[in-house]
C-alpha cells in the first residue's frame, strides 16, 4: 500500500515537474531565444511593395510575401465579429491565454495525441505563431511549440491593446496562394478592398483560416460556401446576428470576384521595367540617407506613369486584332506551300515560328513618361520584350532621311526624280516604288506622304549617308547604321522603344527625350522618399524649324498617304501624324504615330523574319501595325480624363513657314527636266556617290 502511493506521488511530482522544467526552460531561452517587449514593439511584417497607374490604381505587387497592410479602422466591424466568433469566443476577456482551451489541448492533444481534438488557441497564441513561426524539436515540438506560444502571448497582452492585436493578426495571417493579410486575400477573391468587404464576404474569409487550401473558394467553392455558414453560424450563436439574416446570408450563392492581378494583369512587361528603375533608385537613396529599403518587405507605394485606360486599351487591340491577324497567318501555312516553307521544322517549334510577336509603346513627347508599354502577346508565355527588340525599320526609317535634308537647306516643295536607278557594283540594284511606278518628280512632302521609295533614294544620294549618320547617332540609336544603298529603304535596325524617342523630337521642337516610368515613391507612411525630376536638356537633335516641317509632312502622311485608314476605316479623332513601315517580304510591320500628347507606336510579325504573310493585304505595316494603335486609341477616346491628355491638336505653322509644303505631290516632268535627263546616267557607282552628290548639289538649275 506505501509502495503504491509512493508510486503515485512520484509520478504525480514527474507529472507536474517535467512540464515545469520545459516552460521554465522556453522562458528562460534554452531552446531559442524568446522575443522580448521591445522586439514585440518593433516587429513589421514583411509587406509588399504596391505600383500604382498614374490614376493610383494598382497595377502591381513586388513581394517575397504577398502582403498590404492596413489600419484596423480599415477593417469592417462584421469582420472582426466573424473572427472572434469563430477563432476566439473569449478574446476580450482572457489575458492572451483561454484556460479553459488550454486543459483540453494538454490533455487531449499533448498527452493522448489526439490530433483531432484541435488546437484551441487564442487569436493572440495563433498571432504568436504567425509572428515568429514554429520550430522543429523532433518529438516535444508540439509541446514547446504551444508553449512559447503561450508565453509570447501573455506577452504582447501586455504590448498591444486588444484592437492591436486583431489588426495585426489579420495583416499577417495566411489566405493560400501566398497571400499574406486581409487586405491581399480581399482584393484577390473579391476584387475590393478589405474596408468593402460584405458580411458573406467577411463570413467566407474567416472560414478559410481554418485550412486555407480545402476552403479555398476557386478550388472548393462548396467546401468555402459550407465552411462561411458555419461561421454565420458562430456569429448567430455569440449574438453578432439574428436568425433572419444569418440564414439569407448561408442562403446566398459564392460571388467570387477571383483576381489575380498582382500575379499577371494588364502591365506585366511593364512592370519588369519599374522593378529594374525602382532599384536603381532604391540604391541611390540608400546611398544618399544610409537607410537600406527592401522593395519587397518595406510596403513602398510606387506610383508610375502608366495610364492604365491606355494600356487597358491596347490590350484589347491586341486581343482582337492580332488574334484575326494570327488565323489568317495560320490559314496561309496551312495550305501546301505554307507546309512546304515549314517542312524541315519540328512540329513542336511550328507553333512558335508562325506565332505573332506584336509591341505597342506609348510617351509622352516632351516628358518621356511611359503611357502605356504592351511588351507582347502573353507575359507568361513569350515573356520577351517586344518594345526592346531590335528589327528592321522599313519606311518608319525615311523621316530620318528627310529630317537630314531639311537640316542641310533642302525645302519641302524640292522635287525629287521618280526615275529607274541602277547601282553597278550591286548586282545592278535599283530601288522599286510600292507601286511599281516610274517617271516624273515628287515633293519632297509628296514623296514623303505617299511613302515613295525612288525619290527616298534620290535624297539619300544627295544629302549622302554622313548627314543622316550623324542625326541618328545624335537621336541616340544604339545600332550603328551601315552606310549601304538598301539603307534609303529601312534596313536600318532599332527598337519600338528607340523609335519612340527619336519621333518625339517631331513634335517637341526638336529635343532629344529620355524615358521614365516612376513618378515617386513613397514609404509606408506616405513620406515621399523620391520624386521624379526631369533630368534638364539633353540636347537639340533638330532645329526648330525642321521639327516643325517634319511634323506638318507627317501630318500629310497620316491625312493623305498610307496612314489614311487610321480615319477613314478605324474613324479615330485624335489629330496624329506619323509614318507606316514593312520591311522586305512583310516580315515586319511598323506603325509610328504622334501628337503634341503622345507618341505611339506598334510593331508586329513572327519572331523569325522567315515567317511572314505572302501580301500587302494582311502584312503591310498599314494592315498588320497600323489597326493596334487605330484600336487602341478608338478605345481611349472614350476615357475623357486620358483624352484630355492625349487628344492635343498641332499648332499651325508659323507664317513664314506657312506655305511651305504648298505645292501639288507629283508634277510631270517639263522640257528642261528631260533635257537635262538626257545627260544623266541611269546606272551610278555608289562609292562614287560622294563625287556625284557634290556635282548634283552644284548644280543650281536642279534646285
Known sequence: ?????????????????????????????????????????????????????????????????????????????????????????????????????????????????????????????????????????????????????????????????????????????????????????????????????????????????KANTSFNPRLYPDNAVSRRNVVLGQMEKYGYLD??????????????????????????????????????????????????????????????????????????????????????????????????ALKEIPDSLKKMMTTLQAGLLAIDPFTGAVLAWAGGIDFKTQPYDQILARRQLASVFKPFIFAAALEDGVEPCRYLDNDSITLSGFNNWSPENYNHSYGGKYSLAGALAQSMNIPTFSLFLMIGFDKVERLWRDMGFSYPLVDMPSLAMGTAEASILELALAYSSFVNGGVKISPHMIESVKAPDGRILWQYTPPGHLGRVLSERSAMLMSAMLQKAIREGTGASVYSTYGVKVPLAGKTGTSQNYADAWFAAFNPGLVIVSRV???????????????????????????????????????????????????????????????????????????????????????RRRIIRGRIFRR
Open 243 to 340: 436568425r433572419s439574416t444569418a440564414d439569407s446570408l448561408s442562403a446566398l450563392p459564392l460571388n467570387l470576384n477571383y483576381n489575380k492581378t498582382d500575379i499577371t494583369g494588364p502591365a506585366d512587361y511593364f512592370l519588369v521595367r519599374v522593378r529594374m528603375e525602382a532599384d536603381r533608385i532604391l540604391r541611390d537613396i540608400s546611398a544618399y540617407r544610409g537607410r537600406q529599403w527592401d522593395i519587397e518587405r518595406d510596403g513602398l507605394i510606387i506610383r508610375t506613369t502608366l495610364s492604365l485606360p491606355l494600356q487597358r486599351a491596347s490590350g484589347e487591340a491586341f486581343e482582337s486584332h492580332l488574334s484575326k491577324m494570327q488565323k489568317r497567318l495560320d490559314e496561309q501555312y496551312s495550305t501546301s506551300s505554307g507546309r512546304r
Open 1 to 209: 500500500m506505501k509502495r503504491g502511493w509512493k508510486i503515485s506521488i512520484v509520478s504525480l511530482a514527474v507529472i507536474i515537474f517535467i512540464p515545469l522544467f520545459f516552460i521554465s526552460s522556453v522562458y528562460a531561452g534554452l531552446f531559442g531565444r524568446l522575443p522580448g517587449k521591445k522586439d514585440l514593439r518593433n516587429y513589421r511584417n514583411s509587406t509588399a511593395s504596391l505600383v500604382l497607374s498614374s490614376e493610383g490604381e494598382i497595377i502591381g505587387k513586388f513581394y517575397s510575401e504577398n502582403r498590404t497592410s492596413i489600419t484596423f479602422d480599415q477593417i469592417p466591424p462584421h469582420l472582426i465579429n466573424a473572427l472572434v466568433a469563430t477563432e476566439d469566443a473569449r478574446f476580450y476577456e482572457h489575458s492572451g491565454v483561454d484556460s479553459r482551451s488550454l486543459v483540453r489541448v494538454f490533455f487531449k492533444t499533448i498527452i493522448f495525441n489526439e490530433r483531432s481534438a484541435g488546437g484551441g488557441s487564442t487569436i493572440t497564441q495563433q498571432l504568436a505563431k504567425n509572428m515568429y513561426g514554429r520550430k522543429d524539436y523532433l518529438i516535444l515540438s508540439v509541446f514547446l511549440n504551444k508553449t512559447r506560444e503561450v508565453l509570447l502571448a501573455r506577452r504582447i497582452e501586455k504590448v498591444y491593446t486588444k484592437e492591436e492585436i486583431l489588426n495585426l493578426y489579420l495583416n499577417t495571417v495566411s489566405f493560400g496562394e501566398n497571400l499574406y493579410g486581409i487586405e491581399s486575400a480581399s482584393q484577390r477573391y473579391f476584387s475590393h478592398r478589405t474596408v468593402d468587404l460584405r458580411i458573406e464576404e467577411s463570413a467566407l474569409l474567416t472560414g478559410m483560416l
Open 605 to 691: 510579325g513572327a519572331s523569325s523574319p522567315s515567317i511572314h504573310f505572302n501580301n500587302g493585304r494582311y502584312g503591310s505595316g498599314s494592315a498588320l501595325a497600323l489597326p493596334l494603335v487605330a484600336l487602341t486609341l478608338k478605345k481611349a477616346e472614350k476615357e475623357k480624363e486620358l483624352m484630355n491628355r492625349i487628344n492635343v491638336p498641332f499648332e499651325p505653322l508659323p507664317p513664314e513657314l506657312a506655305m511651305a509644303l504648298d505645292c501639288p505631290d507629283f508634277r510631270d516632268k517639263t522640257f528642261f527636266d528631260r533635257l537635262f535627263d538626257l545627260f544623266e546616267e541611269k546606272e551610278i557607282n555608289y562609292e562614287e556617290a560622294g563625287r
